[in-house]
């Protein structure tokens, strides 16, 4: 099977030939290659390289996001670029830009072959309806708009809903995504970030209005949220959201558990970076822990965030060694 084909089985539950999918659905590092080439990767390598070199299936995305270059700089990270609806007025014509639709189905022109031959999976990137807002607002103001700015948090999110809606209707007829992850990030270790009275106002309105888009042409939706997601999986499916990425396992995401009380849900992830630079018994028994989501269908399993530099060359080939063994576990028997 191709690796596209077995990333579209694996998402319908269906059991692939010889193995599942080998991805890294957000590679490393760069300090992670850094460190790898000062003990025996080659400088040469790219990141399609480095995937070819470790034997990984390649999984591209292709971004189209809210903002533009045109949008100035946040003081820090987490700042924000305005702070109320007369900013967002000033904002608006950096915004929602058919430049960025136009860049990704010109890559997506580009891919067109290598995904029609099924040797790449494309993962299209849609800003969502928490993460947005708050990258225009910041961190600390976000939180307050949704009780101090209700109506500038409703309007930002509806035009969202609007490009996105036009962005999958234009790239799709060029090149349909094997699925879409909606950028959001609304959880930290201990739970959610807003409560669903919050969620089920300002984000599950938007949502209903893009996923049905998405879904006319028969491709997934997962949210990509780190932290503990587990008490908002209810509401992203009452949403229409039909999967979640990375399982975060320091934020005790349990992959085995949402798979018992979720039987439908789709996963990524999940399996902890944190063991890694233990060696390989500790590697191996994370696997042996996730095994039964993997045989489950509808799981694809890839470290739970980037390879951190912690993880050495020797460590992450015995890594490498082992996923593509429990990959071929996955659909035996």
Known sequence: MTPRERFLSVLRFQRPDDRIPMVEWAAWWDQTIAR???????????????????????????PIVGTS???????????GIIANEADYETLLPALYTDEAIESAIGAARELRTRHDAGDVIIRLWLDGFFWFPRILLGIERH??????????????????????????????????P??????????????????????????QPYYRQVIPHIRAYDVKVLIDSDGDITTMVPWMQD????GVYPLERQAHVDVNALRR??????MMGGYDKMVMPQGEPAMRAEFERILPAMRS????????????PGVSLENYRIYIRLFREYCERAVQG
Do not use: K
Not at 36 to 56: I, P, V, Y
Not at 69 to 79: E, S, T, V, Y
């Open 261 to 266: 009380d979720y039987p439908e849900l789709l």
């Open 36 to 62: 790898w080439r000062t003990e025996g990767l080659s400088a040469d390598l790219d990141w399609q390289g480095s995937l070819d070199h470790f034997g990984l299936d390649t999984l591209i995305c292709i």
């Open 178 to 203: 094997d699925m879409v992850g909606f950028a959001e990030d609304m959880s930290y270790n201990l739970g959610p970030m807003l409560s669903h009275d919050l969620f089920r106002e300002y984000l």
């Open 239 to 242: 949403a229409g959201i039909e």
């Open 297 to 308: 269908g509808g799981y694809i399993p890839s470290v739970d965030h980037q390879t951190p």
């Open 143 to 176: 939180l307050y708009a949704f009780y101090e700015q209700p109506e500038l948090m409703h309007r930002i999110n509806a035009d969202l809903a609007a490009y996105n809606i036009r962005a999958v209707e234009a790239l799709f007829p060029e090149l349909r």
């Open 69 to 79: 270059a045109r949008c100035p700089h946040p003081a820090h990270h987490g700042a």
